[in-house]
């Protein structure tokens, strides 16, 4: 199973921007369905936007226009660019891929937006 490992996370004030990456222990995205959940106190991880095999984002309404998903298969990252961030936007983030069945987590990066 690939392990993969976040990072980029922080605080932030509203209105501001983070980019958080997601490390693989192996080149797999190029043959994998990549993309971040989130998970906020008290609620249940909710779907932020994933990037398709041939390189198509989608991305949740919540954050459409806002957040951008990308990859580089070089470097067996997955980005996630988050702009204009709000405070519902707090979470713990979580990157996955999904490749032949097989699904992988990584461990979760904390974003906090608050003044």
């Known amino acids: 199973q690939v392990q993969l490992v976040e990072s980029g996370g922080g605080l932030v004030q509203p209105g501001g921007s983070l980019r958080l990456s997601c490390a693989a222990s192996?080149?797999?995205?190029?043959?994998?369905?990549t993309g971040w959940y989130r998970q906020a106190p008290g609620k249940q991880r909710e779907f932020v936007a994933f990037?398709?095999?041939?390189?198509?984002?989608n991305y949740a309404d919540s954050v459409k226009g806002r957040f951008t998903i990308s990859r580089d298969n070089a470097k067996s990252t997955v980005y996630l660019q988050m702009n204009s961030l709000k405070p519902e936007d707090t979470a713990v983030y979580y990157c996955?891929?999904?490749?032949?069945?097989?699904?992988?987590w990584g461990q979760g990066t904390q974003v906090t937006v608050s003044s």
């Open positions: 192996r080149n797999i995205f190029s043959g994998s369905i």
């Open positions: 990037i398709m095999r041939d390189g198509a984002p």
């Open positions: 996955y891929a999904a490749q032949s069945g097989v699904l992988s």
